[in-house]
Protein backbone atom coordinates (compact mmCIF):
# COMPACT_ATOMS: atom_id res chain seq x y z
CA UNK A 1 0.00 0.00 0.00
CA UNK A 2 1.64 3.53 -0.95
CA UNK A 3 1.40 6.03 1.59
CA UNK A 4 -0.67 9.14 0.61
CA UNK A 5 0.91 12.90 0.02
CA UNK A 6 -1.44 15.68 -0.67
CA UNK A 7 -0.03 18.88 -2.16
CA UNK A 8 -0.38 21.85 -0.14
CA UNK A 9 -2.55 19.87 2.91
CA UNK A 10 -1.15 19.44 6.36
CA UNK A 11 -1.77 15.50 6.36
CA UNK A 12 0.83 14.31 7.89
CA UNK A 13 2.72 10.62 7.85
CA UNK A 14 2.93 9.15 10.97
CA UNK A 15 6.09 6.56 10.89
CA UNK A 16 7.86 4.63 13.81
CA UNK A 17 11.12 4.26 12.68
CA UNK A 18 12.03 0.44 14.19
CA UNK A 19 15.43 -1.72 13.97
CA UNK A 20 15.34 -5.52 14.24
CA UNK A 21 11.85 -4.82 15.11
CA UNK A 22 12.14 -2.66 17.55
CA UNK A 23 11.19 1.06 18.20
CA UNK A 24 14.51 3.25 18.08
CA UNK A 25 14.80 6.31 20.16
CA UNK A 26 15.26 9.62 18.07
CA UNK A 27 16.51 12.11 20.74
CA UNK A 28 20.25 12.01 18.80
CA UNK A 29 18.73 12.85 15.67
CA UNK A 30 20.47 15.89 13.89
CA UNK A 31 18.62 16.01 10.85
CA UNK A 32 16.30 14.01 8.06
CA UNK A 33 15.66 14.48 4.25
CA UNK A 34 13.15 13.11 2.23
CA UNK A 35 14.19 12.74 -1.31
CA UNK A 36 11.38 11.84 -3.81
CA UNK A 37 11.81 10.42 -7.24
CA UNK A 38 9.59 9.31 -10.01
CA UNK A 39 8.82 9.63 -13.75
CA UNK A 40 6.98 13.06 -13.31
CA UNK A 41 10.34 14.42 -11.56
CA UNK A 42 12.09 14.66 -8.00
CA UNK A 43 12.58 16.91 -5.03
CA UNK A 44 14.32 16.39 -1.96
CA UNK A 45 12.71 17.90 1.98
CA UNK A 46 15.51 18.99 4.17
CA UNK A 47 14.31 19.69 7.77
CA UNK A 48 17.39 21.67 8.27
CA UNK A 49 16.24 24.32 5.33
CA UNK A 50 16.08 27.09 8.46
CA UNK A 51 19.52 25.78 10.31
CA UNK A 52 17.68 24.28 13.57
CA UNK A 53 17.90 21.11 12.36
CA UNK A 54 14.45 19.83 13.43
CA UNK A 55 11.13 21.54 12.10
CA UNK A 56 8.16 22.04 9.99
CA UNK A 57 7.91 19.57 7.56
CA UNK A 58 9.41 17.28 10.03
CA UNK A 59 9.04 16.77 13.65
CA UNK A 60 10.44 13.22 15.71
CA UNK A 61 10.57 12.29 19.27
CA UNK A 62 13.07 11.32 21.63
CA UNK A 63 13.03 8.07 23.46
CA UNK A 64 11.84 4.97 22.34
CA UNK A 65 7.88 4.83 21.88
CA UNK A 66 5.09 2.16 22.72
CA UNK A 67 4.74 -0.40 20.41
CA UNK A 68 1.80 1.23 18.52
CA UNK A 69 2.99 5.16 18.51
CA UNK A 70 4.58 6.94 15.77
CA UNK A 71 7.84 8.43 16.72
CA UNK A 72 8.11 10.41 13.18
CA UNK A 73 5.79 12.94 11.82
CA UNK A 74 6.22 14.63 8.24
CA UNK A 75 4.29 17.22 6.62
CA UNK A 76 5.88 17.26 2.83
CA UNK A 77 2.32 18.85 1.00
CA UNK A 78 3.50 22.08 1.47
CA UNK A 79 7.07 21.98 0.47
CA UNK A 80 6.28 19.43 -2.19
CA UNK A 81 4.45 21.74 -3.88
CA UNK A 82 6.38 24.83 -3.68
CA UNK A 83 9.53 22.84 -5.14
CA UNK A 84 7.22 22.11 -8.07
CA UNK A 85 6.57 18.78 -7.44
CA UNK A 86 3.38 16.84 -9.50
CA UNK A 87 0.57 14.01 -9.03
CA UNK A 88 2.38 10.70 -9.61
CA UNK A 89 3.79 7.94 -7.90
CA UNK A 90 7.08 8.49 -6.37
CA UNK A 91 10.07 6.78 -4.01
CA UNK A 92 10.79 7.73 -1.06
CA UNK A 93 14.49 7.88 0.56
CA UNK A 94 14.58 8.93 4.22
CA UNK A 95 17.83 9.54 5.30
CA UNK A 96 18.86 10.94 8.94
CA UNK A 97 22.03 12.61 10.71
CA UNK A 98 23.20 12.26 13.98
CA UNK A 99 26.42 12.74 15.66
CA UNK A 100 27.72 8.95 14.66
CA UNK A 101 26.22 9.68 11.08
CA UNK A 102 27.37 12.87 10.27
CA UNK A 103 27.33 12.05 6.24
CA UNK A 104 23.48 10.40 6.92
CA UNK A 105 22.45 7.27 7.04
CA UNK A 106 19.67 5.74 4.75
CA UNK A 107 16.60 4.58 6.54
CA UNK A 108 14.43 3.90 4.03
CA UNK A 109 15.83 3.64 0.30
CA UNK A 110 12.33 3.31 -1.57
CA UNK A 111 9.10 3.92 0.28
CA UNK A 112 6.29 4.29 -2.39
CA UNK A 113 4.14 6.94 -2.00
CA UNK A 114 1.55 8.49 -4.41
CA UNK A 115 1.73 12.41 -4.44
CA UNK A 116 -2.09 14.08 -5.30
Not at 62 to 86: H, I, K, M, Q, R
Amino acid sequence: MREMIFLGRDNTLDWQLQADGSAVDLASVTRMTAELSGTNGSATVDSDDDGNGQGNPFYWTGGVPESDEANLFLSLGGPLETAGLTSGYYNLRLTIYDPDHADGLVWLSSEPVQVD
